[in-house]
């Protein structure tokens, strides 16, 4: 099983980037999908979750309104569109996988597939 992200860069903040995460060895379609992030010195946090279906969306209050969170179930892909960013969106993201029986969760131990995550630089 393996989860890619890419996507991520550097930028200068208010610009947007979008990241991907493309599955292999495991159908995203039975699970319901997660962004982390994790910056230095921090635990790691759930941005944004989508569930298998797409009719259950989850935000992290800081990201509300500037992250969007969906899903290709048929390209076994997942995304996140990150816009207006600021520098304390600086972080590793990393896509994760959760059994549907879990729900929709903020619990990192609750998934059972990372990625390897994609570094984001937001400079003032």
């Known amino acids: 099983v393996q989860l890619q992200a890419f996507g991520g860069g550097s930028v200068q903040a208010g610009d947007s980037l979008s990241l991907s995460c493309a599955a292999s060895?495991?159908?995203?379609?039975?699970?319901?999908m997660g962004w982390f992030r994790q910056a230095p010195g921090k635990e790691r946090q759930l941005v944004a979750g989508?569930?298998?279906?797409?009719?259950?969306?989850y935000y992290a209050d800081s990201v509300k309104g500037r992250f969007t969170i969906s899903r290709d179930n048929g390209r076994n892909t997942v995304y996140l569109q990150m816009n207006s960013l600021k520098p304390e969106d600086t972080a590793v993201y990393l896509c994760?996988?959760?059994?549907?029986?879990?729900?929709?969760?903020?619990?990192?131990?609750?998934?059972?597939?990372w990625g390897q995550g994609t570094l984001v630089t937001v400079s003032s």
């Open positions: 994760a996988a959760a059994r549907l029986s879990v729900g929709l969760t903020t619990t990192p131990s609750s998934y059972d597939y």
């Open positions: 060895g495991v159908i995203i379609g039975l699970y319901n």
């Open positions: 989508i569930n298998w279906r797409s009719t259950s969306l």
